[in-house]
């Protein structure tokens, strides 16, 4: 197996780990409210990885300004 082979499943490795984390958060419910600060928490919890089970509680805020009148 070749080094770069080694390094993409390391990669796959680390986000099904992150991924399982935020299944275990309850991130993947359908509550009906999608918004851009659950989808960013969703992405940055599973990039995290394993990281996620040291304390790493990755959150994410967006204000989106409302379009003026």
């Given at each position: 197996?070749?080094?770069g082979s080694i390094g993409g499943v390391i990669v796959i490795i680390w986000l099904v780990l992150g991924?399982?984390?935020a299944f275990e958060r309850?991130?993947?419910?359908d509550t009906g409210d999608a918004s851009c600060a659950e989808a960013?928490?969703?992405i940055v919890t599973v990039?995290?990885?394993p990281?996620?089970?040291m304390g790493v509680n990755p959150k994410i805020t967006c204000?989106?300004?409302e379009p003026s009148k």
């Open positions: 197996m070749r080094a991924a399982v984390a309850g991130y993947f419910k960013g928490t969703v990039v995290a990885g990281l996620n089970w204000d989106i300004p």
